[in-house]
């Protein structure tokens, strides 16, 4: 993205040269719209399911904005000659019934044969030109506030082995199909300073991206960070996954481990999520009723992980 040429329209509020969620575009005064596109491959064999989660996680760049999702288009790869048109079926269905959660519309969307089923949406939002939120505003003095629970990347791989309970893994698949909706709906409320959506970095490759964007360092209680049941479980066993080494070499000249924690427990802050929660930063002075706030309405699970100092030399992350 370095290399391609800067934009120059001055109504492109977010574009592509920042690492953010979503680009947003001014229409006029009043409305912006915001426009992102994801899609992932089956976590689990359930068709609907599959449908529900990769909504869920094309929605969250909206919702990590600031915004709305208005309308949606279906973006699906799929192997005809392997699988029945009822699979794809139960896909979309299940894409179609996080969409009308989002209270937004399904407007098309565009399929092709491939060698794996492939689904996910094009989402077009809607946002006040003066009121979306990046992740590069973070303010020295803020804390940090995560609303859903890190883990669902080596609890999938270790599913492939059975070694996760029916009960942790069933927590990992309602916390995953779950909308950040309502939590970006209380925290319209609050002065948001920085916001992203923790997806396939993992925690702290997008934790990097609001501190060097913000030029600020992070700092977290590791003990505060929620972890979905049997995760770090599975990392002790030796469990990772595919992109954990990837995430890893994007902070490690910039990350520092004050708590002497085991060389496994470590992984979880690399471990990719699908659909994860939203990252905010706020001021310390609103950070408590914020939680308050989202646990009132049912975001149970929302913690305070952190703070934002000054910046120090190189090392932007820092978890004690």
Same mark, same amino acid.
């Given at each position: 993205?370095?290399?391609?040429?800067?934009?120059?329209?001055?109504?492109?509020?977010?574009?592509?040269?920042?690492?953010?969620?979503?680009?947003?575009?001014?229409?006029?005064?009043?409305?912006?719209?915001?426009?992102?596109?994801?899609?992932?491959?089956?976590?689990?064999?359930?068709?609907?399911?599959?449908?529900?989660?990769?909504?869920?996680?094309?929605?969250?760049?909206?919702?990590?904005?600031?915004?709305?999702?208005?309308?949606?288009?279906?973006?699906?790869?799929?192997?005809?000659?392997?699988?029945?048109?009822?699979?794809?079926?139960?896909?979309?269905?299940?894409?179609?019934?996080?969409?009308?959660?989002?209270?937004?519309?399904?407007?098309?969307?565009?399929?092709?044969?491939?060698?794996?089923?492939?689904?996910?949406?094009?989402?077009?939002?809607?946002?006040?030109?003066?009121?979306?939120?990046?992740?590069?505003?973070?303010?020295?003095?803020?804390?940090? *506030?995560?609303?859903? =629970?890190?883990? /669902? @990347?080596? +609890?999938?791989? &270790?599913?492939?082995?059975?070694?996760?309970?029916?009960?942790?893994?069933?927590?990992?698949?309602?916390?995953?199909?779950?909308?950040?909706?309502?939590?970006?709906?209380?925290?319209?409320?609050?002065?948001?300073?920085?916001?992203?959506?923790?997806?396939?970095?993992?925690?702290?490759?997008?934790?990097?991206?609001?501190?060097?964007?913000?030029?600020?360092?992070?700092?977290?209680?590791?003990?505060?960070?929620?972890?979905?049941?049997?995760?770090?479980?599975?990392?002790?066993?030796?469990?990772?996954?595919?992109?954990?080494?990837?995430?890893?070499?994007?902070?490690?000249?910039?990350?520092?481990?004050?708590?002497?924690?085991?060389?496994?427990?470590?992984? *979880?802050?690399?471990? =990719?999520?699908? /659909? @994860?929660? +939203?990252?905010? &930063?706020?001021?310390?002075?609103?950070?408590?009723?914020?939680?308050?706030?989202?646990?009132?309405?049912?975001?149970?699970?929302?913690?305070?992980?952190?703070?934002?100092?000054?910046?120090?030399?190189?090392?932007?992350?820092?978890?004690?």
């Amino acid at each position: 993205m370095d290399k391609l040429p800067k934009n120059q329209d001055p109504n492109l509020l977010v574009g592509y040269e920042t690492q953010d969620d979503a680009g947003i575009y001014r229409l006029n005064d009043d409305i912006a719209i915001i426009t992102t596109a994801d899609y992932i491959t089956p976590p689990v064999n359930d068709p609907f399911l599959f449908g529900q989660i990769a909504a869920a996680n094309a929605l969250s760049d909206v919702y990590a904005m600031g915004g709305r999702p208005v309308t949606c288009l279906n973006l699906a790869g799929f192997p005809s000659k392997k699988l029945d048109q009822e699979t794809l079926n139960q896909i979309i269905a299940g894409g179609l019934s996080k969409i009308t959660e989002a209270e937004a519309v399904l407007a098309g969307g565009h399929t092709i044969d491939d060698d794996e089923p492939k689904y996910g949406l094009a989402v077009t939002g809607i946002v006040h030109p003066d009121e979306y939120w990046t992740n590069t505003g973070a303010r020295p003095g803020d804390i940090l *506030i995560l609303t859903k =629970p890190i883990g /669902s @990347g080596v +609890l999938f791989n &270790a599913n492939l082995k059975n070694w996760v309970s029916s009960q942790a893994l069933k927590q990992c698949l309602t916390v995953i199909k779950s909308l950040n909706k309502t939590a970006a709906e209380i925290m319209q409320e609050f002065e948001i300073h920085a916001a992203t959506d923790i997806t396939g970095f993992g925690l702290s490759g997008h934790a990097f991206e609001m501190a060097s964007g913000s030029g600020v360092r992070l700092e977290f209680t590791i003990d505060d960070i929620p972890v979905m049941q049997e995760a770090l479980e599975m990392y002790a066993k030796g469990v990772s996954t595919g992109v954990n080494r990837h995430n890893r070499q994007l902070v490690e000249n910039h990350l520092r481990f004050e708590k002497n924690i085991p060389e496994w427990h470590r992984e *979880i802050v690399y471990d =990719p999520q699908t /659909s @994860g929660g +939203l990252m905010v &930063a706020v001021p310390r002075s609103q950070g408590h009723e914020l939680i308050t706030a989202l646990k009132a309405a049912g975001v149970e699970q929302s913690c305070i992980i952190g703070n934002v100092q000054k910046t120090h030399g190189t090392v932007s992350l820092v978890f004690k």
